[in-house]
């Protein structure tokens, strides 16, 4: 302000003047013709005064610098106005020079920010020419800002890995059909997968650009242009966050439209948020949030409110999906898409509460628990119906064959894929009341108690397979023939017991029930071999009336009607099939040999249907599920 | 008649029905005495909503934040009410006779829809609370003084930002937007540059609601198969269900009229409920009234039918005139009338920074609550026994 001084005429000169120009005046008054000479000084002070005139009409005029300065200015953002090109693409020097001119402005205006404005004058006019200047200057920043923004932003498009979910295909169809052992084998794959995903970052935007946008913001905060800042910048980030998530095929889907879909497309839909929430809160919005602080850390609550703005909209919509997965049917299938989405969720609420820790983000925050815990309930809740579905199942005609019922093959496979979620199986069941009558094993000799029988899990697993026992019993009564239950209950628990000791279920289930259990189905072969063959082998028996010829002729019936019935009746299991021949043969073998042995003098050849050695073939037809007869053949 | 004392009420009613139903065995009796008490409440509630009392009409006019809170909360106690009138005490086999194995798995179809309106009425009010941060920056430009180019263009800009905020989640609106918005292709440089992308606080379509998804259309599939109950004396079950889904549908009906929403062209023909409904009068008179609001405002392009969104549209229509047609440093008459404009602009910031947040939550919590009682009325379904149909 110094320079005013030199400027403004010192008092004592304007005396001098003042004192001329009296003079002058006077002598005009007495004359009435100007010479020639007279004039052209005259005309030269007119001149000279209307250059003047400014200085003289300021108040002191000692604005004129700043008006200088503001012009200046001035001139620097108005010839932009007319430029097609943008400022920051053609070069630094031009953006610094208008981040200068915009800089000067505000140097303006503070100049000018201790003088009242209210009454009309100059200091007024040069404070609304600034204010003006600013306002261009900024609508010009905010353009800028998003050409930058949205010409510079990145995408990195992921590969869609497809999460190898430890249970696939375990459908659940009132016929079973659908269940294979082989079906479960390919899954359980997913134990290596980064759970914890890695601290990574990605840039969102052209890292050479954050100084750009960060000076942009400066500036525009300087100038209290902070809000439009923040809109234009909300605007350009979500509608790239909103195109980031149509790249990953992320779908729009209405709650009607979820409930609406088949449960394999449900399925493979499910798999994709769990990925898209992965990649979305982990990587995409950690990065987003990063961005936020490189360009906004100076602003404090501006840099949350815009984080938020930018990511609420599409944070809630993913959650939406997930909503809807909870509000939908809770079939037996959905457990394990329940459980991986509870699971992805748990994960990342850290990640979650971090992004969103201020105040303003609490609403999402909250959001994002409701659906933890509503996934939470809904897996338990499915869980439980699974449990309620397995007791309830109700056959009406007896399973063919007395094999393995597709309801065991189900649930056992269904079961086998549970130990992979065990940690958050018994978060989840901790508080439920375990019915403890149902829990098989008798923990009281304390030898099989490790804490994987004793979690939450393993008492409903057990309890499961005990449901699952009592339907099995009530099925085989179904039967009518005594025998024929044995072999269905002996093929059901074998099998039971085998998924149980092949897989992780082993540990659940523990040594004792494995023992107890491969007890009960051996209880029943020997319940089979005395139901079926006491009676056959009892008519090699003198009960002295029947003659010799007759005892052969009996036995040779009643083990034709044996060989036809279970000839086609099946144990699968290769080696219970060859236990169960041999427990046989013991019990019928040694006994005919005997027979034969004390009175093959007695007897001719063509009353002996079947040598020892015939028997022994034969009982290896049994149990293989192709009806055979031996009425018609003579085996020789 | 504040929201509180309908929950208290409410409440005292649940305890009271607590004690009762373990002392009641004929339960016909009790079952009429439940609809005509549920009936009354519904008649009292909204007629609080048609005729508040003297000091509340001008403080909460219709349709305006605090009277759609008043709506919401009185949905929520019909909501909890029905469900005790439907749960408690009732003979489970009942759900699965006709009609109510119809009504049910009708009903909760409605219910669902709800929530994706209540969704879509949440994004609204997003936009609403956009539309107010632009007003608060026009409104802090034009308080200044003197109010030179400078301030009257930010404030300028500023507005029809705002009016682009309101206007594009509506079908029936997209031509206005369009023009508003600018584009990318404006600088030279348009090899390079994309295409007309629009920008500029432009609000793309909301995220959380599906591109085909039709506010009306939902409307309408709600109350396609409502149907009051026939016959002479409404008998059991069926009355309430019907109610409730009255309601529903109207408030879920107010609520899309109210804040910008997905498609909503054809939203005035409105559903009939019969006249000759006692406890349904309040509502037929609230739904006219807002019928006749939504026809006369159609024409303008309105954003909704929320009194504040509607002041703000006009007040920002007014200021965008004035904007345009300054000259510093305006007429001395001119300026005070805007100055006033200005202040109520303000005061309406001011109501939605209070009210709007609350309202949203409120909103949520219709979500939570329907997505729990249908939960719990499924499970009900379910223990009764047969379902004949998955209901989806």
Avoid at chain 2, 217 to 245: D, F, H, W
Wanted: one cysteine or more; charged letters at 25%.
């Amino acid at each position: 302000m110094c320079n005013c001084q030199t400027i403004m005429p010192s008092y004592e000169a304007e005396q001098h003047i003042i004192a001329a120009t009296q003079h002058i005046l006077k002598a005009l008054g007495a004359s009435k013709n100007l010479s020639d000479e007279f004039k052209r000084v005259l005309t030269e002070l007119d001149s000279h005064l209307s250059t003047m005139t400014i200085i003289t009409e300021t108040e002191g005029g000692r604005f004129s610098e700043i008006e200088e300065q503001l012009k200046h200015a001035e001139r620097k953002i108005i010839r932009w106005e007319s430029d097609p090109c943008l400022i920051w693409d053609s070069g630094p020097m031009e953006a610094t020079e208008y981040l200068q001119a915009v800089n000067e402005i505000l140097i303006v205006i503070e100049s000018l920010g201790g003088l009242s404005l209210s009454e009309n004058g100059k200091p007024k006019e040069i404070a609304l020419r600034a204010q003006n200047a600013l306002q261009r200057a900024m609508s010009r920043l905010e353009e800028e800002l998003c050409h930058i923004l949205f010409q510079h932003k990145q995408y990195f498009k992921p590969q869609y890995v497809l999460l190898h979910s430890r249970a696939e295909g375990v459908f659940y169809d009132e016929s079973f059909a659908s269940v294979e052992d082989e079906i479960v084998d390919e899954t359980s794959q997913r134990d290596g997968e980064d759970r914890e995903s890695a601290e990574c970052y990605l840039d969102l935007v052209d890292p050479c650009v954050i100084p750009n946008i960060k000076s942009i913001a400066n500036v525009m905060s300087a100038s209290n242009y902070i809000q439009e800042f923040c809109e234009a910048f909300i605007d350009i980030q979500r509608e790239a966050l909103y195109e980031y998530l149509s790249v990953l095929e992320m779908e729009k889907l209405s709650i009607e439209d979820v409930l609406k879909l088949e449960w394999d497309c449900l399925s493979r839909k499910i798999k994709k948020w769990i990925w898209i929430m992965k990649v979305i809160i982990s990587v995409y919005l950690a990065s987003e949030k990063r961005l936020c602080d490189q360009i906004l850390g100076d602003f404090g609550s501006f840099n949350s409110f815009c984080f938020i703005e930018i990511s609420k909209d599409s944070v809630l919509c993913l959650l939406n999906f997930g909503q809807a997965i909870t509000t939908g049917p809770q079939k037996p299938e959905k457990l394990f898409r329940l459980l991986d989405m509870y699971e992805i969720m748990a994960d990342l609420h850290l990640e979650m509460d971090s992004l969103f820790s201020e105040d303003n983000g609490s609403f999402i925050r909250i959001e994002y628990h409701k659906l933890l815990s509503g996934l939470g309930a809904s897996a338990r809740e499915t869980f439980m119906r699974f449990g309620n579905a397995i007791a309830s199942d109700a056959s009406i005609r007896p399973f063919p064959g007395g094999g393995i019922h597709p309801l065991v093959k189900y649930v056992m496979n269904y079961m086998r894929l549970l130990p992979d979620y065990c940690d958050t199986f018994n978060l989840l069941l901790k508080d439920q009341d375990i019915d403890e009558s149902n829990a098989v094993v008798e923990i009281d000799n304390g030898q099989d108690f490790s804490s994987s029988t004793s979690c939450p899990m393993a008492y409903h697993l057990r309890s499961i397979a005990s449901s699952l026992e009592s339907n099995l019993i009530d099925k085989s009564k179904l039967y009518k023939d005594d025998s024929l239950q044995y072999i269905f209950l002996m093929n059901n628990i074998h099998y039971m017991v085998k998924k149980v000791k092949d897989s992780d279920l082993r540990l659940f289930f523990g040594d004792e029930w494995i023992r107890k259990h491969i007890g009960k189905f051996q209880q029943h072969a020997t319940s089979y071999v005395r139901a079926t063959w006491s009676s056959v082998v009892s008519m090699l028996r003198d009960d002295g009336n029947t003659n010799l010829k007759e005892r052969y002729r009996r036995f040779s019936i009643a083990f034709e009607e044996v060989y036809k019935n279970q000839t086609r009746w099946c144990i699968p299991d290769l080696q219970l099939r060859e236990d169960l021949q041999i427990s046989t043969s013991q019990k019928v073998i040694p006994a005919y040999r005997n027979f034969v042995g004390i009175n093959n003098r007695n007897v001719s050849d063509k009353h002996v249907k079947y040598t020892t050695d015939d028997l022994e073939e034969l009982l290896l037809d049994l149990f293989v599920g192709s009806p055979r007869s031996l009425h018609n053949s003579r085996r020789r | 008649m504040p929201a509180t004392e309908h929950q208290s009420s409410f409440l005292r009613r649940i305890s009271i029905r607590r004690n009762q139903v373990i002392s009641m065995d004929g339960n016909h009796e009790q079952e009429l005495e439940d609809l005509e008490l549920f009936q009354k409440h519904v008649a009292d509630w909204f007629a609080g909503l048609l005729s508040p009392s003297e000091e509340l009409i001008s403080s909460e006019p219709l349709m305006s934040i605090s009277w759609l809170r008043k709506l919401v909360d009185v949905f929520l106690c019909c909501e909890a009410e029905f469900n005790t009138v439907l749960i408690m005490g009732r003979d489970p086999s009942q759900i699965c006779k006709p009609p109510l194995d119809r009504l049910i798995p009708e009903l909760m179809e409605r219910a669902v829809k709800a929530l994706d309106i209540c969704n879509a009425v949440s994004s609204g009010i997003d936009s609403v609370r956009q539309c107010k941060r632009f007003a608060e920056i026009a409104v802090s430009a034009l308080k200044q003084n003197p109010i030179g180019d400078g301030q009257v263009k930010r404030a300028r800009k500023a507005l029809s930002s705002m009016l682009t905020a309101m206007t594009i989640d509506d079908k029936e609106n997209h031509c206005k937007s369009a023009e508003r918005t600018w584009s990318f292709g404006r600088r030279g440089n348009t090899a390079g540059a994309n295409k007309e992308r629009a920008v500029g606080n432009f609000r793309s379509l909301s995220m959380i609601v599906a591109k085909n998804w039709s506010a009306s259309k939902q409307i309408l599939a709600m109350c396609s198969n409502l149907v009051a109950p026939r016959g002479g004396e409404p008998t059991g079950l069926a009355s309430p269900v019907y109610i409730l889904s009255s309601v529903m549908v109207f408030v879920m009906w107010a609520l899309v009229a109210a804040v910008p929403c997905q498609e909503r062209s054809g939203l005035a023909t409105h559903f009939q409920i019969p006249r000759h409904l006692a406890w349904a009068h309040s509502i037929i008179a609230l739904q006219e009234r807002i019928a006749e609001e939504w026809k006369k405002k159609k024409e303008k392009c309105s954003a909704g039918l929320l009194e504040e969104l509607q002041k703000m549209e006009k007040l920002g229509q007014s200021l965008i005139e004035f904007a345009d047609g300054f000259q510093f440093p305006g007429e001395t008459e001119k300026m005070d009338e805007v100055r006033a404009q200005v202040a109520e602009l303000a005061e309406i910031c001011r109501r939605i920074e209070e009210g709007l947040m609350p309202l949203q939550m409120q909103i949520r919590e219709v979500f939570h609550r329907i997505v729990r009682s249908r939960t719990e009325i499924l499970e009900l379904v379910d223990n009764a026994g047969k379902v004949s149909q998955p209901i989806v």
